[in-house]
C-alpha cells in the first residue's frame, strides 16, 4: 500500500499535475495540505472520476486538507476535537484498511516569538496531546503532512544559514521532538538513514535549481506499522513541472 503526503498549494491550480502524478504512481492514499479552496468549490467529481474517495476540510487562502483514497474512507475527524466552527482547517483523520491516518498542515508561525509562532508551539502540544488520548501505540497509526519544521541538521541545506531561524529554531525542533516521542518512526530516515533530501524549495532565489531546500513534509508511523516499510522516498519530479507547487510528495510504501 502506497501513502503520500505532498502540499500542493492549491488544489484547483494543480488538480492535472495531482491527478497526472496519481495515475503514473499508482498510490493509494494521498494526503493534501493547502487546498486554499473552501468546500463547495473542491474539486471533488474530478477526482472520484479518477476513482478515489475524498474526504476533506477546506478553507480559502493559506489552509485546507484532503485524504484522497482508492479504498474506503471511514471515521473521519475534522481538527481537534472541540475545535470552534471558525478555527484553520489544518487536521483531518481517518481510518483506511485499518490505518488510522492523521493529515496535518502544521502552522508556519510567520517569525520567532510573534503570536503567530506561539500558536505554531501550542498547536503542536495539542497534537501531541491528541495522539496521547486518541490512539494505540500499538496500532497501525501514521502522521503525515507538511510539518513546518526541518527537525534534524541534515534537514536543511546550510546549517549556519538556518540555525536559529523560523523552521529550524530550537523551540519548534523541541516542540516536533515531543510529538515524536509519543512513539513515532521517521519512516524516511528508517529507510535511508543519513541521506540527505529535501521536499521544499522556496520561490525565490534559484532554490530549486540549486537544491538550497528544507525537508519539511514527513512521513510518521506508530513502530509496528513502521516495520511494515518498505520504502519511502521524496518524488522530485513535481517540483520541476510548469507552475509548480514550491513542495513535492513524499511516499512511503507499507506490506499490508
Not at 493547502?34 to 474539486?43: A, G, L, S
Not at 489552509?63 to 471558525?86: L, M, R, Y
Not at 501531541?128 to 510539518?147: H, Q, S
Not at 516536533?176 to 533530501?197: A, P
Amino acid at each position: 500500500m502506497k501513502i503520500a503526503t505532498w502540499n500542493v498549494n492549491s488544489i484547483n491550480m494543480r488538480l492535472e499535475q495531482m491527478l497526472k502524478w496519481l495515475a503514473d504512481t499508482q498510490t493509494d492514499v494521498l494526503c493534501l495540505q493547502e487546498t486554499k479552496c473552501v468546500d463547495e468549490k473542491f474539486p471533488y467529481q474530478a477526482i472520484n472520476d479518477a476513482g478515489y474517495q475524498i474526504a476533506f476540510y477546506g478553507q480559502k487562502s493559506y489552509n485546507g486538507v484532503a485524504i484522497i483514497s482508492k479504498h474506503e474512507i471511514t471515521d473521519v475527524q475534522k481538527n481537534f476535537p472541540g475545535d470552534i466552527d471558525d478555527s484553520p482547517k489544518r487536521l483531518i483523520a481517518a481510518t483506511i484498511n485499518g490505518i488510522r491516518i492523521v493529515n496535518t498542515y502544521i502552522p508556519n508561525g510567520t517569525e520567532l516569538w510573534t503570536d503567530k509562532f506561539t500558536f505554531k508551539l501550542d498547536w503542536l502540544q495539542r497534537l501531541r496531546k491528541y495522539f496521547d488520548e486518541t490512539c494505540d501505540l500499538g496500532g497501525d497509526v501514521l502522521l503525515c503532512g507538511d510539518f513546518n519544521v526541518a527537525p534534524e541538521e541534515l534537514d536543511v541545506w546550510n546549517v549556519p544559514a538556518w540555525t536559529g531561524r523560523l523552521h529550524f529554531s530550537k523551540p519548534e525542533r523541541a516542540a516536533i521532538h515531543h510529538v515524536k516521542q509519543w512513539g513515532f518512526v521517521d519512516v524516511f530516515r528508517k529507510m535511508n538513514g543519513d541521506l540527505q533530501e529535501f521536499s521544499w524549495w522556496n520561490y525565490r532565489e534559484g532554490a530549486w535549481q540549486k537544491n538550497h531546500g528544507l525537508r519539511i513534509d514527513h512521513i510518521w508511523t506508530s513502530p509496528s506499522f513502521a516495520d511494515k516499510c518498505t520504502g519511502c522516498w521524496i518524488d522530485k519530479s513535481p517540483r520541476s513541472l510548469e507552475r509548480p507547487s514550491d513542495h513535492t510528495p513524499v511516499v512511503a510504501e507499507f506490506s499490508v
